[in-house]
């Protein structure tokens, strides 16, 4: 099977820097990714690591550990825009679907 | 450019009814992908085409949900004898041909609630 874990909520202050972490068990890997959902949105696209590191879109970065079964998203300088629900996904097989974490809903207090 | 878009937005139906949703992919995306996503959960992957061909199909998707994409344009999702169970967000996706999978481009969703 295959399921991914996360944090169900985070809190943090604007201008600060989180951390969303995210581990996974999957019968074959596809790298990992990222989605962003705002309440009522579509879930969107942040980011994707299928090699071991770090990478870097604007504040956000995502780093994975392949032998750790491990990866984070990284939001820096938060914004209150920032408030939403993050999930990390993975593709278990060539092609289709993704599996997706269950989320971690994201707070930025003024 | 367009985006992913879904019909309806919300539909109420009560229990037994049956109810099709529609899914218009952005035009040049072959692959569609169809999610169900309840409060507080990660959607949850149903069923996956490439062009008109229906690739993949999850073992949550009953004999009552069937989908189709005969033209490999948009897509149908249509379930049938709606349970109470059945309420939530059902999201549409798609990626371009050549694309990893790992990026897809989401639908605003059609809210079901079934009384």
């Known amino acids: 099977g295959q399921s991914l874990e996360q944090p169900s909520e985070v809190t943090a202050v604007e201008g600060a820097i989180v951390q969303i972490n995210c581990t996974y068990q999957?019968?074959?890997?596809?790298?990992l990714s990222w989605y962003q959902q705002h309440d009522g949105g579509a879930p969107t696209f942040l980011s994707y690591?299928?090699?071991?590191g770090l990478e870097e879109t604007g504040r956000f970065s995502s780093f994975l550990s392949r032998s750790d079964s491990y990866g984070y998203l990284l939001l820096q300088e938060l914004q209150m825009k920032d408030s939403a629900s993050y999930f990390c996904?993975?593709?278990?097989?060539?092609?289709?679907?993704?599996?997706f974490g269950q989320g971690t809903e994201l707070s930025v207090k003024p | 450019d367009t985006g992913v878009s879904q019909d309806p937005r919300h539909k109420i139906t009560k229990r037994g009814q049956n109810v099709t949703f529609r899914c218009d992919p952005i035009?040049?995306?072959?692959?569609l992908y169809w999610y169900r996503q309840t409060l507080g959960q990660g959607p949850e992957f149903l069923t996956y085409?490439?062009?008109?061909?229906?690739?993949?199909k999850s073992r949550l998707l009953s004999d009552r949900f069937s989908a189709e994409r005969p033209k490999g344009s948009f897509s149908t999702l249509e379930i049938q004898r709606t349970e109470q169970g059945d309420s939530a967000m059902y999201l549409c996706?798609?990626?371009?041909?050549?694309?990893?999978?790992?990026?897809?481009?989401f639908g605003p969703g059609t809210r079901l609630t079934v009384t």
């Open positions: 085409f490439q062009n008109e061909a229906q690739l993949e």
């Open positions: 999957t019968s074959g890997f596809y790298g």
């Open positions: 690591n299928a090699l071991d």
């Open positions: 996706a798609s990626s371009p041909p050549g694309g990893a999978n790992y990026e897809q481009y």
């Open positions: 035009s040049e995306h072959n692959r």
């Open positions: 996904a993975t593709g278990g097989n060539q092609g289709g679907k993704l599996i």
